[in-house]
């Protein structure tokens, strides 16, 4: 069993970061793969970027590729997410996710638990 709970969410303009971190508590963190996957209103979930159990291998939707980073520490059980170049088109609630596997997961039904989500709007 894994619990997840975010923070770091809130309003910025146009060109701003921000980062959005996870704290996982159970002992599976470790061997979990996770991902994050945001909402915006009116729209389905959607992938955001994933990251293998160890970290060594990471992956991310076309639309945040070259401004996203996703990072992991397993000794403090955290996932973060620093988003750069912000856009008004990434205002969603972003969710992290994991896994009961160690590969990589690209859709929502492929993970396990889920957190309450942070919000993170943009401002043009």
């Known amino acids: 069993q894994v619990q997840l709970v975010e923070s770091g969410g809130g309003l910025v303009q146009a060109g701003d970061s921000l980062r959005v971190s996870c704290a996982a508590s159970?002992?599976?963190?470790?061997?979990?793969?996770m991902g994050w996957f945001r909402q915006a209103p009116g729209k389905e979930r959607e992938f955001v970027a994933t990251?293998?159990?160890?970290?060594?291998?990471?992956s991310y939707a076309d639309s945040v590729k070259g401004r996203f980073t996703i990072s992991r520490d397993n000794a403090k059980n955290t996932v973060d997410l620093q988003m750069n170049s912000l856009k008004p088109e990434d205002t969603a609630v972003y969710y992290c996710?994991?896994?009961?596997?160690?590969?990589?997961?690209?859709?929502?039904?492929?993970?396990?638990?889920w957190g309450q989500g942070t919000q993170v709007t943009v401002s043009s």
């Open positions: 996710a994991a896994r009961r596997f160690r590969g990589l997961g690209f859709k929502s039904d492929e993970y396990d638990y």
């Open positions: 990251i293998s159990w160890g970290g060594g291998t990471t």
């Open positions: 159970g002992r599976t963190f470790s061997s979990s793969a």
